[in-house]
């Protein structure tokens, strides 16, 4: 069993913020693999369902950003689910727009969402990295992050979400090299 989470902020006001793109990841591998209806639990919006052979859980945590380790430590514990089960979709500055890298372990880089998983449940997870880019200073960074997405890069990010659904199975799988390099041969399309 794997624990698969979303990072983002609730509400209908940030929905399209490049900082919920982990968010929106979830929404769409949910739809696009059948998952079960959304439950209230944990702190968040909760999902079960298939993968391949695995089972998965998704997880959008219901609190703000800096809050999300509280909400994604409940589900570990509850489950008895070990760091490694555990993969986070999150929005990375320093990846270029919509370029997929996985990791695993490593700092936070100021990500508040990181930052608050790693005080909960430690730093060996599995990260999703979903390129935002860099504004170019870093006085725009808090208005880029918390800024929508623009209706030119809405291409970009169908694509990269469709690329990442259709290849959440080597994900399941572990096969991270795999998931990158089948993710980004979609791209090139």
Aim: net charge positive; proline share 4%; aromatic share 8%.
């Amino acid at each position: 069993m794997q624990l698969w989470v979303g990072l983002g902020n609730p509400g209908p006001r940030y929905a399209m913020h490049r900082h919920n793109v982990g968010f929106i990841t979830c929404d769409l591998i949910a739809d696009m693999h059948e998952f079960g209806p959304v439950q209230k639990k944990f702190a968040g919006w909760f999902q079960e369902g298939r993968i391949g052979s695995a089972k998965v859980l998704l997880l959008k945590p219901g609190t703000f950003m800096n809050e999300s380790g509280r909400a994604v430590g409940e589900a570990m514990r509850f489950y008895k689910l070990p760091i490694d089960a555990l993969t986070v979709f999150h929005d990375e500055l320093d990846l270029a727009p919509f370029k997929v890298k996985v990791k695993r372990g490593g700092g936070h880089a100021g990500h508040n969402g990181l930052r608050s998983i790693d005080q909960h449940c430690g730093a060996d997870f599995r990260r999703v990295r979903l390129g935002i880019g860099h504004p170019g200073h870093k006085d725009r960074v808090h208005g880029h992050v918390l800024g929508n997405y623009a209706k030119a890069e809405m291409d970009g990010l169908t694509d990269m979400l469709a690329a990442v659904g259709a290849e959440a199975e080597w994900l399941a799988k572990g096969d991270d090299a795999r998931f990158m390099s089948d993710v980004a041969l979609r791209m090139q399309d």
